[in-house]
């Protein structure tokens, strides 16, 4: 497979509502989108990053630079037969996960069209439905809360997280309990706890959380495996995981019981598979986490949670929870029993919706052989 072409897509997309986490309120995403012309195919990636760099260092700015600069001269230079060689060509590169990704990612969508199936059957994917549940941020008030768990139940989403700090953390998921004594509910805390808040974190056991994901450091394993040796709830890690040796680490230590995968974090499909593995082998079950992304890598999100240890709800779910106008066709929804179908048609199994893609545009540039 030759790449002929790869072009860079800036998009600034309003957030239908405010997504506020321990490190800020987001209304809406500069997303960085790579599309990848090879063998007359085409194929699409997203930069998951946020806008500053508070979930990791990586911003769209990084992103273009290090794409700009070195990913793509790079896929540009020689032909491939599989998608993962270009895993192991940035590896030298140290680091800007979510960069790689979202190149790696397109030339999958390449790579699987050309074949003639689906990335999730490529991948090695088994499930033809996930199950899915949501996220939801901090909100302004108690009752505002209560009231979008209450929809997200109705419209069937099978387990509720709700993002916690100190301060909006043991009064909340009080109420939350009292109103929904036995719904599946966890709690994400995107690292705003230290060790020094262990007996708070403690007293949350008696919630019944079904995981507490990433309560301290965003780099941290050490902590959080003396953290878990003390909770009864599960400890679920999101940011300090960066591929399988990290997880392979975390098992080591005991740093927690579950682990969230996302495709940019740890740095595309390649790297994901492998994490995936280790988990496996290891009875770790994982769920594939969001980062509010557009339609093309939410697309991505459902193929790979179709591996076979996905076994938990993730936070993949329906485009109309982000978007007044998603850039697939045809939009992800979700069924009445809570999960995602999903497509079995070659490649990502949605089509992007190029002229939303260019009413959203707001920067581009293009790389030929
Ligand atoms: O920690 O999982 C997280 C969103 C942005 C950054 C980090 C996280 C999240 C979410 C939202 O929880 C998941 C989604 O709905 O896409
Ligand atoms: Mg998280």
Redesign the pocket.
């Known amino acids: 497979m030759k790449i002929s072409h790869v072009e860079l897509l800036e998009l600034q997309l309003p957030l239908v509502s405010f997504?506020e986490?321990s490190f800020g309120r987001?209304t809406a995403r500069r997303i960085v989108l790579v599309r990848v012309e090879a063998e007359g195919l085409t194929g699409w990636g997203e930069v998951t990053c946020?806008e500053k760099p508070f979930?990791s260092y990586e911003t769209p700015e990084t992103a273009w630079h290090i794409l700009r600069d070195l990913l793509i001269p790079s896929a540009l230079a020689q032909p491939w037969n599989e998608a993962c060689e270009l895993a192991a060509a940035f590896r030298p590169i140290r680091g800007h996960n979510m960069a790689k990704a979202a190149l790696e990612n397109a030339v999958w969508d390449i790579e699987a069209q050309a074949k003639g199936v689906s990335i999730a059957k490529l991948l090695g994917g088994e499930l033809q439905e996930i199950p899915c549940g949501?996220?939801i941020g901090i909100q302004n008030s108690v009752d505002q809360l209560l009231e979008k768990i209450e929809r997200e139940l109705a419209a069937g989403y099978q387990r509720i997280?709700v993002?916690i700090k100190p301060g909006w953390d043991a009064a909340i998921l009080e109420k939350i309990r009292n109103r929904f004594p036995t719904i599946r509910l966890m709690a994400?805390a995107?690292s705003a706890y230290s060790l020094a808040d262990i007996e708070h974190l403690k007293s949350f056991d008696r919630f019944g959380l079904m995981m507490i994901?990433?309560p301290l450091g965003w780099d941290d394993l050490v902590d959080h495996a003396r953290l878990q040796r003390q909770l009864k709830t599960p400890v679920c890690l999101?940011?300090s995981i960066h591929g399988p040796d990290d997880a392979r680490k975390a098992i080591e230590l005991g740093s927690g019981k579950i682990i969230?995968i996302?495709l940019g974090r740890v740095g595309g499909y390649t790297s994901a598979r492998r994490l995936h593995d280790v988990c496996r082998s290891a009875g770790i079950p994982v769920w594939c986490?969001?980062?509010?992304?557009s339609g093309i890598g939410r697309a991505h999100n459902i193929a790979m949670s179709a591996l076979p240890g996905f076994t938990l709800p993730g936070?993949?779910?329906a485009s109309r929870?982000?978007w007044t106008e998603d850039i697939i066709q045809p939009e992800v929804t979700v069924t009445a029993r809570g999960t995602i179908r999903v497509p079995d048609g070659p490649g990502l199994g949605f089509a992007p919706d190029l002229r939303r893609i260019e009413k959203a545009c707001v920067r581009r540039e293009a790389f030929k052989h």
């Open positions: 997504f986490t987001t946020g979930y949501v996220s997280k993002k994400d995107n994901e990433q999101d940011e969230n996302k986490g969001g980062m509010l992304e936070d993949v779910s929870r982000y």
